[in-house]
């Protein structure tokens, strides 16, 4: 049987926003944009190069990826705003659902795998 109390509810809501959150953070260009923009606010799309992210021979697709999945994921998600016109990225309305994840991971960045961030 199912409990569909409102304190079940409330909870699975929780887990919902946060498995959206694990889901945004589950790509490393997603992490590097969130973490380039805890540390400074607005950042210029150059700043996120596909070398940053791939080796050679992979970095056109990644380049690809970056504009069409990444940036349009976090820019539909509210976690950044994207300017294509003038290529830069802030942060978005919410930024701060997301910061303390990313401030988990800053801190804690020497504990973890190098290609991680």
Known sequence: MTNHSPRN?????ERASLDELFDVLSKPPRRRILTALADANPRDEVEFAPRDFTSDEQREDALVRLHH?????LDEAGFIEWNRGSKTITRGPRF???APLIELITTHRDELPVRWL
């Open 9 to 13: 509810r409330a909870v699975q809501r």
């Open 69 to 73: 999945a990444h940036l349009p994921k």
């Open 96 to 98: 701060d659902e997301i």
